[in-house]
């Protein structure tokens, strides 16, 4: 690896030799949320659109088809539908958490409000399986439909799961597997797909769309208790003012005493939360290591994603999404 | 028509002939919105889909196929297919209007709460989606998902239209037409297309959805305005309420002299709602027979429906579908 390569980010590198693609995604974004009759909808959408998100599903799509040696354009199609089925769970993730911030920046439902935002998200699910029609692909259609029912049940998952100290390790991988590494992995699956890779090669893609989606999701919970709000948009302890459970917590919970127990039922069950908590929180996620231990398991994720890609043929791209899942892992220490 | 057949209300006897098939689609969606992995899902749909809702949508799709001379049994999956979608609409409308009841039961979102009815209004959308992909036809997700853009507009524009008294006739009947008669009319359509029947009949089929649904949602309108709360499940002025813009006030508001608009203004544009106000606009409507108005824009699209039905094959079926419009409008006086 030449030192210009590793100076740079592999999602910007990937992004510069899917430049041309990405436009065209982009340039479908654009048009196909256009409504001729609500215009409330584009006012909406542009702003998570335009607010400067990564695009790292929509750019997994675009990879998967060219390692696989594609060379139509159904995958712009694709990865246009793969970032509208996002964007329509950060709409809706936004009437449900109550979220202050998103990206830095205000939540559609705050500049809006809850009705816009449920109602432009059916919106964009509804264009997003109109894209999907016009690929022709029903096997298409399958694998994108089943990620939003596991998306959503994910979510329900969450909702039910948060604020209850019950919630284990495994209940939390099957959360944030359905509510992040579902998409992640239909993006990477249906650029196989359309590419019309064996099944081999599509299995490979999928479960490294898997892992990645799950590593990349075990650093976010890890940085709410750790990042700076600079970098991530996000607050620190955001979820733990939420009452969410996540790994650094759970892994907390589990090795609790008896008081630090009563402390998490406290401010997580009851939600009876007073100044100085969060740093009371910190300091016994500290003292029992369980963001190191969190980091641990982002890691393991992150080989699982690289070891998939053994399946897919080598060359640049390849590379690229190896660096990707070191990267994403790397956004800690 | 012999005197036991006008003694059956039209849909009743829809359900009679289509007994065998709505119990395959009363057991296909009991079983496809179950979760293995998230319990609050059929506990939340349960609540609205045993909530004894006439399953209007989904006999139109049966009776269609059937009417076409259909004989497989995808007309069961595109049955509950819309049934689903309908249903995830109304849980979403649930967040958006904060209307208190519905079908005389308290609202999902007061049993529960927002992020339930949004989540699994997601995860039914999807499922509807898996359900169609199973009928293995492109041009019946084309249709539903179309109609899934369209209600959302609709939706989206009723948004942006209500508590603006520029709110005209046109803009309304756009907005019914998207809430409301976007889902009867690819429900209708739908069946036609499964039965694999020629353009001219699919048409009709269309049309016929059309023209009922905008004629049920006139009257729905005009209940609101004089129904009684028992029969529709709504209290009389809940679209006061929301300020809400529908017929028979567009009308009253169009025939409005200085001080009448002065008081929708006030009532409707800015929200300042005194006691004594609803009564008032009872006796403004009144004053203008915009109820009777708007009951005779009801009956022009019910003919427009019956008109339809004439490309379609004579029979029991189409016999109920006519007698179906003229119920619809007879709900009125």
């Known amino acids: 690896m030449s030192l210009d390569k590793t100076a740079q980010k592999p999602h910007d590198r990937l992004a510069a030799v899917l430049t041309v693609e990405m436009e065209q995604v982009n340039a479908l974004i654009r048009a196909r949320m256009a409504s001729e009759h609500a215009p409330r909808i584009p006012e909406v959408t542009a702003h998570l659109v335009e607010a400067g998100g990564k695009r790292i599903r929509p750019m997994l799509t ?7 040696g594609y060379s139509g354009d159904n995958h712009v199609k694709l990865a246009a539908t793969v970032e509208f089925i996002h964007t329509a769970t950060l709409l809706h993730d936004d009437v449900v958490d109550e979220s202050a911030r998103r990206r830095g920046r205000p939540t559609a439902n705050l500049l809006w409000d809850n009705k816009s935002s449920v ?32 998306i959503a049940e994910g979510e329900v998952l969450q909702m039910t799961a948060s604020r209850d100290l019950r919630t284990n390790e495994a209940i939390y991988l099957q959360v944030i597997r359905g509510k992040t590494a579902a998409l992640f992995a239909a993006a990477c699956e249906v650029g196989g797909v359309v590419a019309g890779a064996s099944q081999d090669r599509i299995d490979a893609l999928r479960d490294y769309g898997d892992a990645l989606g799950i590593s990349f999701q075990i650093v976010d919970d890890l940085l ?30 589990a090795r609790a005493d008896e008081a630090e127990r009563a402390f998490w039922s406290r401010v997580i069950e009851r939600g009876d939360q007073r100044e100085g908590d969060l740093e009371h929180a910190l300091a016994l996620i500290a003292r029992h290591g369980t963001m190191e231990a969190t980091r641990q398991e982002a890691l393991i994720w992150a080989e699982r994603a690289k070891a998939a890609l053994a399946a897919l043929p080598e060359g640049d791209i390849r590379d690229m999404l190896t660096d990707l899942a070191d990267f994403v892992v790397a956004r800690v220490r």
């Open 62 to 68: 675009l990879a998967a088809a060219r390692m696989c």
């Open 224 to 253: 709410d208790y750790g990042g700076d709000a600079l970098a991530t948009g996000k607050d620190v302890g955001d979820d733990f003012r939420e009452r969410k459970l996540t790994l650094p917590v759970i892994k907390a919970v």
């Open 119 to 150: 109602l432009v998200g059916d919106y964009l699910l509804a264009r997003s399986f109109l894209l999907m029609v016009e690929t022709g692909s029903l096997r298409v259609l399958e694998i994108l439909s089943n990620a939003s029912a596991v």
